[in-house]
């Protein structure tokens, strides 16, 4: 083909739709600016799609007459930079997701869309006519010559409320000659930033002990990219060394990120930091509105915000300036993105930290075995805090064996026993159960008919507040029925309890006393869980219930005893990683207790008390249990002694996913080395959900390099397979567990 008959150079495009490649486009033929970064509206088929440009004249191999132009601009200026998007392209191909996916997932919501971006700037006017040789025009316009003179000296512009402060009431004669051609409606840009000043800290922060101050100076002394892991024990300061963190790399000029795992840690930490840093704050989290989200997204986009704290996908966040990366809870499951593009929060920032040559802290009282695995091979330093802060001291866990023990809605006597005497002396008690309704299962006494949901692998949760039999997988809802669909008998039972029928229980067993709910159900209100959690750190409720929203950061200096209901299940469970994640919410729950100068103490009600990896933890610490951990995974050759990747598919259709991924099985292991193992393929650990019958294939190598080659190689294999329209599938590298 000639040469001429190719096009010289186009635009190339990420669009918001579901395709693995970058497509190919021309400039808008009225010859508007475009740069990487900006958003177009792109032809794709008979459809509309909203487009990121990532790469300006470049050349192409298309033929000319094959490529579309861009049908308009939709941004000024680009939304990321040049890092940005090798940050983010970079994240697609790691985590093998379509790169339109990963850009547009790094922008608000209404940014997805065909909108431009919210202008917050201040309205204002500007000089678009020539001011002197309008002059002799003003000569019996006093006013008006007046006006413009101000605005001739401000090529920028001025506000609204600067003119009426200089000039007063000046609407007529601006009207007057925006109506000649002299003036226009402007947005007034924010000052520039002056140049940064040490902030100082407060009177209030109190004086690091020397395992903090170690911790802090090792940092400090970082020039350029290092990882640390902070691991300290609950209540041992963790957050003061943030601070002191934070501060240093304001007064140097840099902005920070603060990566929280759970929404109901954001209130509570920026409450915190907002005592303490004088840079402006912004504040990323599902919670907000779409304005809101967008607000704190520009303002951290533009440099006018300082210091971001947010939940996962903040990491995406564009920052100019990034100095410091923080991960708070690094272990936490909720920083994993398990549908759409799947991707892990703390890996990433680890990753935006080298990127940005900066220092990146994992903070932790439970580090994961991924992490310590790093750490202790050196290539992430480890600092540790093995003391709680000021005067407060571990607490006492005592087990509780619940073996034939006669237990009131799953509270046994001795459990009752020490609420008792800790509600007498005046403190505070909390409770954890992690299983929110009132039981997890409602049966039939006479039939035994049980509420199972038709569409999932799981029994429907009664609620019965709500008066709802509820599906926790796929949230089908039903009224909760007074007597038995399948023999009408009115005899039905709840079995089992979850934190709303413990609720029940506990305000029989102690009338009148401040008790406080605190679950997903009780905190749906926005602003509820803020307002618990502060009348809890008040004193105000006596005994606090609830789910793993409570067990993760709070500081509850009134709380003397913990009680947990229940983590058997984390002792026998499916997934390899089950031990370890009942390990971490163990200690993570047990550190609520005793954080102020009242010892604490934690009961943990168990079935297996003789359990050997509850022993060792329980006797010798996290450490020790990690250890002892790894060494079993070095034995199976799991991670992170080896890398993974789930290939997941679903259909309505029986055995079609399965299937489906035997074809993706066949057509893998040519492309593999012998080193490559592949599991499966096999039913997922709930075959049925939501009405969709699910299956998966594991793909695990003894390096990441060896795994991302092959996968490489089979995801546009994989792609050109045939498969039935109804058939979904999904690939999680690094998968975190079973779904």
Request: proline share 8%; with cysteine.
């Amino acid at each position: 083909m000639p040469a001429s008959s190719r096009a010289k150079a186009v635009l190339r495009v990420a669009v918001a739709a579901p395709l693995s490649e970058l497509l190919d486009y021309l400039k808008p033929a009225d010859g508007t600016r475009v740069l990487p970064g900006m958003r177009v509206l792109v032809p794709l088929g008979r459809a509309r799609r909203v487009g990121m440009v990532v790469a300006a004249d470049v050349p192409t191999t298309l033929p000319a007459e094959r490529i579309k132009p861009v049908l308009s601009v939709l941004d000024r200026e680009p939304l990321l930079a040049a890092g940005d998007l090798r940050f983010l392209l970079w994240a697609a191909e790691y985590y093998r997701g379509n790169p339109g996916e990963a850009l547009f997932g790094a922008l608000p919501l209404r940014l997805r869309r065909p909108r431009p971006s919210l202008d917050d700037r201040p309205s204002g006017w500007r000089v678009c006519g020539e001011p002197e040789t309008a002059a002799a025009e003003l000569r019996r316009a006093p006013r008006q010559r007046e006006v413009l003179a101000l605005l001739a000296k401000a090529p920028a512009g001025l506000d609204d409320a600067t003119l009426r402060a200089r000039l007063g009431d000046c609407i007529a004669p601006l009207r007057a000659l925006a109506g000649r051609g002299l003036i226009t409606r402007c947005r007034i840009a924010a000052p520039a930033e002056p140049p940064p000043t040490p902030l100082a800290i407060q009177a209030s922060a109190p004086t690091l002990n020397a395992h903090q101050a170690a911790a802090t100076a090792a940092v400090e002394r970082c020039q350029g990219f290092g990882c640390f892991l902070l691991d300290g024990v609950t209540g041992s300061g963790k957050t003061e060394v943030y601070l002191r963190l934070i501060d240093r790399a304001l007064a140097a000029g840099r902005q920070v990120l603060v990566l929280v795992p759970e929404i109901g840690l954001t209130p509570q930490l920026h409450e915190r930091f907002a005592r303490r840093v004088t840079a402006p704050i912004a504040v990323l989290h599902s919670a907000l509105s779409e304005t809101e989200r967008e607000r704190g997204w520009r303002a951290a986009a533009t440099g006018e915000a300082r210091l971001l704290l947010g939940t996962r996908s903040a990491v995406f966040t564009p920052l100019r300036n990034l100095g410091l990366v923080i991960v708070d809870e690094e272990h936490d499951m909720s920083l994993k993105q398990q549908e759409g593009f799947r991707y892990s929060a703390r890996d990433l920032a680890v990753r935006r930290a080298q990127q940005a040559d900066c220092p990146v802290l994992l903070g932790s009282a439970t580090p994961s075995l991924e992490t310590l695995h790093n750490a202790r091979g050196g290539r992430y330093r480890h600092l540790r805090l093995p003391q709680r802060a000021g005067t407060a001291v571990d607490p006492k866990i005592l087990v509780a064996d619940i073996r034939a023990q006669p237990l009131e809605t799953g509270l046994s006597h001795a459990l009752l026993t020490r609420m008792d005497r800790e509600i007498d002396a005046g403190n505070q008690v909390l409770l954890f159960l992690n299983r929110r309704g009132f039981s997890p299962v409602l049966t039939c006494h006479d039939c035994g008919w049980t509420s199972e949901c038709p569409r999932c692998d799981a029994r429907m949760t009664l609620h019965r507040g709500r008066a709802l039999l509820l599906c926790h997988h796929c949230g089908l809802e039903h009224a909760q029925p007074v007597q038995c669909p399948y023999c009408t008998s009115p005899d039905l039972r709840p079995l089992g309890q979850g934190t709303e029928r413990v609720e029940d229980t506990l305000r029989q067993r102690f009338p009148g006393l401040p008790l406080a709910r605190i679950d997903r159900d009780s905190t749906r209100k926005r602003g509820e869980l803020e307002r618990l959690l502060a009348a809890a750190q008040r004193g105000e409720q006596r005994i606090l219930l609830g789910t793993q929203m409570l067990a993760k950061g709070h500081h509850l200096p009134g709380v003397t005893l913990v009680g947990i209901l229940d983590l058997d299940h984390g002792l026998y469970g499916s997934d390899f990683r089950a031990t370890e994640r009942m390990a971490q919410l163990l200690v993570q729950v047990a550190g609520r207790a005793g954080r102020a100068e009242r010892p604490g103490t934690v009961l943990l009600q168990t079935r297996h008390p003789q359990h050997p990896m509850l022993e060792l933890l329980l006797g010798e610490g996290y450490g020790a249990f990690a250890t002892a951990a790894l060494a079993e995974r070095r034995e199976a050759g799991l991670p992170p002694f080896s890398h993974q990747a789930m290939l997941r598919a679903d259909s309505p259709r029986e055995q079609a996913a399965l299937e489906f991924l035997a074809q993706v099985l066949e057509t893998a292991r040519p492309l593999a080395p012998p080193e490559v193992e592949f599991w499966g393929p096999a039913p997922a650990q709930m075959e049925r959900r939501a009405g969709r019958i699910r299956a998966q294939l594991l793909l695990q190598a003894p390096t990441r390099a060896l795994l991302q080659g092959v996968l490489a190689r089979l995801l546009p294999a994989l792609r050109a397979l045939r498969r039935p329209r109804e058939l979904r599938w999904s690939i999680d590298v690094d998968p975190q567990e079973n779904l």
